[in-house]
């Protein structure tokens, strides 16, 4: 199981673009970089996932470096409601469960 | 809404008692993954069902257990409870066994307090 590192909190205003970074320098060949968002007492909300390079959907951006070691959540134009806990995952996909955890993930502020 | 349901939304129990917290999976999701969220431990992965049968575990208690009816839907029992126990407990489900990694869909949520 890939161990992930991610800031534990970042802050950013309205309108701006905001990028979470997550580390993850053991990273299996098979492994797989997922994203999920949490909201207060809500679950989880799956985001992003992706394998190399870029991936965009109408939410959020992924950045995957060429070497995999990291990986750059990007949110276009923030809005206090993007204020959340972002997570990161890294594991394969049709592999076990073991050591599954989602951490306490990096708290994002918006301020207006 | 993710189309998971869990009941009830909230619980208020004391020490040393058992409770069962219930989870309707999403139509036609086969697997079913129990979570704890506490404060200090952030969102722990306890147990996931996949069609009836154990597929993964976690960190899961030997006080609590699970399982999966055949209609899907699933039950954590949770037993002998410690103050510590006290924590969100969501359950999340997605369409195949491979839903780890995957997408999963997450209910809201139920809140435990032990006094």
């Known amino acids: 199981l890939a161990k992930t590192t991610q800031p534990i909190s970042m802050d950013s205003y309205e309108g701006q673009e905001v990028n979470i970074t997550c580390s993850h320098n053991n990273i299996a060949t098979n492994d797989y970089i997922t994203w999920y968002q949490q909201f207060p007492s809500q679950g989880p909300r799956f985001i992003i996932q992706?394998?190399?390079t870029k991936v965009t959907n109408e939410v959020a951006s992924l950045f995957i470096p060429a070497d995999r070691k990291s990986s750059t959540l990007s949110l276009p134009r923030v809005s206090l409601s993007d204020t959340a806990v972002y997570y990161c995952?890294?594991?394969?996909?049709?592999?076990?469960?073991?050591?599954?955890?989602f951490g306490k993930g990096t708290h994002l502020i918006i301020q207006p | 809404d993710s189309g998971v349901t869990q009941t009830p939304k909230h619980l208020i129990t004391a020490t040393g008692q058992r409770v069962t917290l219930r989870c309707s999976p999403r139509s036609g999701d086969l697997s079913v993954y129990w979570y704890q969220q506490s404060l200090d431990q952030g969102l722990q992965f306890l147990i996931q069902y996949y069609n009836g049968e154990e597929r993964a575990k976690g960190n899961i208690l030997e006080r609590f257990s699970a399982q999966q009816f055949p209609d899907l839907h699933s039950e954590l029992n949770l037993s002998s409870l410690e103050l510590g126990d006290s924590a969100l407990y969501f359950c999340?489900?997605?369409?195949?066994?491979?839903?780890?990694?995957?997408?999963?869909?997450f209910g809201p949520g139920t809140r435990l307090t032990v006094l």
């Open positions: 992706g394998y190399k």
């Open positions: 999340a489900s997605s369409p195949t066994s491979e839903g780890v990694y995957n997408e999963q869909f």
């Open positions: 995952l890294v594991g394969e996909r049709g592999g076990g469960a073991d050591g599954l955890t």
